[in-house]
């Protein structure tokens, strides 16, 4: 096919804005949008880090802070979960980095509709400014925890129940129509704007991790969508589709014949996926990361790619496995269980890449490196213990544990977070032309690195040992644990409350750098992707003068032999 | 003379060469185009979603689930005829899928005018249908007693998901019709006059897409 030889973006220029509104608040470019997705997610990540710091000072001193009645404790659970999985770690995955990313790493001028993109955005804000909503309005937000299981979670006794429950399922409903506008616009414009030279496999694994996580997404959230608007009928409404005939407080209930197993069918249908949707964009991130710190070309590209893929793929059939104490026949316990494990080889393939990149060469310590093998490490250590719970008899017993904690924490809490870190000090040369300042950076890794694995290697006992999770207190039935237990908890709340302080030093670092930070250049990592190639840094609007790049290469020309120079960007012709 | 697994080989490798290549995956289709069919995969799950939550539902509760050509009869001279009225909602809309295709044809032609009161016509046709559900909703609502927390026939999630499914659907056609309604007078305006009416060919994929899930919740609400 020779028809298309001009990208269709090449030929119309972009609409510039004219006042300080279009320009800064209703933006349509794409590194604003990725900027204001960015913060907000920060900002109400803060928040859910607040909740958590509270959480572990109820477990770790309980009665220390006496306004945690538990109603606040089982508000913040709710609350801390679901805003760092949804609004923190998908809203920056995708929002922030894939907003940034996909534009500048395809050669494109854009998204392919920056106007949805806008839209995306402010209600994706919406979302978050209803969810907030929820410590203002009469009972506070929801305690349901954040898998919001009913009947438990519409029923009186449950913290919120009245409005709280309406805000959260409300919020969510936003959110899944906020990521649909976005999602749209990522699979498009990958499919349909690369520049010149830019074929399917020379384009970054950034923007092949961000692709499969937006197609999971919008296949995935659907599921979420879909049991929102039910529960919320249930409790609006008074239908039963969640409500089994129930007695509530000694008086039964007006509700019969509805399956609460159907709602976790549907939210873990979304909820297994959703693993992935923050998981792949931060392969993709770090294996861009670990290439570009390495000097070295990242090992099997063609494998790293088909391994994204499947993963993608297995991830829609292994869902029940978060379900195995809700009852169900053995031999779906047999399937759910093989599938789950089938998962960890296209997994296992992507890490043995990691670490055949790694492999003789040329390694920085930067600070985005060390995060990068921070989480290769820690995601090992997730993954390792998620074979221990895909196993339906190790399960039974570990769930509900601090077993189970410690496992999804580590391997879809920390892991992407690290990633999110490492990006962060990665792009923010390119996007504020200024380097975040290095020392605090050091302090912020070997803090938040360190810290956590005092945090979570220690739940894994915990969990052992039977202490169960979301418990408020302890009462009679906890004389079982060993004094030990105990002392633990208190040992985890202290470096839990330090990482989470540090997070603040983080924080002034991305403000103070960004006015007395270092000057960069344009391309202070010597990477090779189109990002680092912009006419203009930070890139101005439209990104690219008045041609767009011509690709002539993949993506990881490091280190070639016989060259000067050991980057080879990818708009260099081959001599 | 390639031999067949030869020809084959080369098909696989022209077609992934094709769409791995550069600057775009399908060659010539508008950026609109795909955005609408990624769109309605995803809508397809949300679809698929509320239907299996119909059938969960129908399968867990516990009492009889009523008798649809019961529920659904309409007296018409004097006679009780089991699905009168939706088989005409059905025939309206699957008949504005026709005339919508007729307005995509008229596009690819340039007759603007034609193209513009065939999609005029089909957002009358979508009009109609949502007229019509609003007939049966307040029939069965007003006349029968059915509400989503109980009716008269048996099951409660008759109701619910009743009202819940061919709501969501209601909601879509609605949505079509501002959405036709809002093309029509686009083109009537000359906004797409530059470009080759595709605009018509990516509002007439929602449009059908509506009408194919609206047969399946005809047959699976109405004849199951």
């Known amino acids: 096919m020779t028809e298309i030889e001009v990208p269709y973006q090449e030929t119309i220029g972009v609409r510039h804005p004219r006042s300080w509104i279009t320009r800064y608040w209703f933006s349509q470019d794409h590194k604003v949008i990725a900027v204001q997705y960015g913060v907000t997610a920060i900002a109400v990540g803060l928040v859910a880090l607040v909740l958590s710091g509270l959480m572990r000072i109820q477990i770790g001193f309980p009665g220390l802070l006496p306004f945690i009645t538990p109603d606040v404790y089982y508000q913040a659970v709710t609350m801390h979960g679901m805003i760092m999985v949804i609004f923190l770690l998908t809203a920056f995955l995708l929002g922030a980095f894939g907003n940034f990313c996909v534009p500048l790493m395809l050669g494109a001028r854009d998204m392919v509709f920056p106007f949805v993109n806008m839209l995306s955005y402010h209600v994706y804000l919406l979302s978050v400014v209803v969810l907030m909503a929820s410590y203002f309005v009469p009972g506070g937000p929801t305690g349901a925890g954040w898998t919001l299981y009913p009947p438990q979670a519409i029923l009186p006794g449950t913290p919120g129940v009245d409005w709280g429950i309406v805000t959260m399922l409300l919020s969510l409903i936003i959110f899944v129509v906020a990521f649909t506008m976005g999602g749209l616009n990522y699979i498009t414009t990958i499919l349909q704007a690369r520049t010149r030279g830019m074929t399917l496999m020379r384009m970054p694994l950034t923007v092949w991790g961000i692709m499969m996580a937006t197609v999971l997404g919008l296949l995935a959230f659907p599921a979420l969508f879909v049991s929102g608007v039910m529960m919320l009928l249930d409790k609006l409404v008074g239908t039963s589709f969640f409500m089994p005939a129930i007695v509530s407080f000694g008086q039964p209930l007006e509700h019969s014949g509805g399956s609460p197993l159907l709602f976790q069918h549907l939210f873990w249908f979304f909820g297994h996926p959703e693993v992935y949707i923050v998981a792949l964009p931060a392969f993709g991130v770090v294996s861009e990361l670990i290439s570009v710190h390495s000097r070295k070309n990242i090992f099997g590209y063609r494998m790293m790619v088909w391994a994204l893929v499947a993963i993608g793929a297995l991830s829609f059939v292994v869902w029940a496995h978060h379900m195995y104490v809700a009852g169900m026949h053995p031999y779906f316990g047999f399937f759910f269980a093989t599938t789950t494990l089938i998962i960890a080889v296209p997994t296992a393939i992507k890490v043995y890449n990691w670490v055949l990149t790694l492999w003789k060469a040329n390694i920085k310590l930067t600070v985005p490196m060390l995060f990068a093998l921070a989480f290769i490490l820690t995601f090992v250590v997730g993954g390792l213990s998620g074979l221990f719970l895909g196993n339906v008899i190790i399960d039974v017993p570990l769930s509900d544990t601090y077993f189970v904690v410690a496992h999804f924490h580590m391997v879809m809490g920390v892991a992407p977070i690290l990633v999110i870190f490492g990006g962060i000090y990665h792009w923010y040369p390119k996007l504020t032309g200024r380097m975040l300042n290095n020392t605090l950076g050091q302090l912020h890794f070997w803090v938040t690195f360190l810290g956590t694995y005092a945090i979570y290697y220690p739940m894994h006992y915990l969990g052992f040992i039977g202490v169960p999770r979301r418990y408020y207190a302890n009462g009679m039935e906890s004389d079982f644990y060993p004094e030990s237990a105990a002392t633990l908890n208190e040992f985890i709340t202290i470096a839990a409350l330090v990482v989470g302080l540090m997070q603040f030093v983080f924080v002034y670092n991305l403000i103070a750098s960004y006015f007395r930070g270092k000057a960069a250049g344009s391309n202070p990592w010597e990477a090779t992707t189109l990002e680092w190639q912009t006419p203009n840094t930070p890139p101005s609007h439209g990104n690219w003068g008045d041609t767009l790049p011509t690709v002539h290469r993949w993506a990881y020309d490091y280190s070639v032999p016989d060259e000067d120079q050991d980057f080879i960007p990818q708009n260099v012709e081959h001599t | 003379m390639k031999t067949i697994s030869e020809a084959r080989g080369t098909l696989v490798t022209t077609l992934a060469d094709d769409w791995g290549s550069d600057i775009a995956t399908l060659k010539g289709v508008p950026w609109g185009k795909v955005m609408m069919w990624v769109f309605l995969v ?78 005029l016509v089909t957002a009358l046709l979508g009009a109609m249908f949502v007229g019509m559900q609003a007939f049966e909703w307040s029939k069965l609502i007003l006349d029968e007693g059915v509400r989503p927390w109980t009716n008269p026939f048996g099951a409660p999630q008759f109701g619910a998901v009743f009202f819940m499914v061919t709501g969501f659907h209601g909601l879509h056609v609605s949505a079509g019709v501002i959405y036709l309604l809002t093309i029509a007078f686009r083109i009537r305006r000359g906004k797409y006059d530059e470009s080759d009416f595709e605009i018509v060919e990516i509002s007439g994929l929602y449009w059908h897409f509506v009408d194919l899930v609206w047969v399946f919740i005809f047959a699976l609400f109405y004849l199951w």
């Open chain 2, 42 to 119: 995803s809508d397809t799950f949300i679809f698929t979603c509320f239907l299996v939550g119909y059938m969960s539902v129908r399968m867990s509760t516990i009492e009889p689930w009523p008798n649809p050509s019961e529920v659904f009869a309409l007296h018409a001279f004097g006679v009780s005829v089991p699905l009168l009225l939706i088989a005409i909602m059905t025939f309206i809309l699957i008949s504005s899928s026709g005339t919508m295709a007729m307005a995509v044809n008229m596009g690819y032609q340039r007759r603007k005018k034609a193209a513009t009161n065939l999609i």
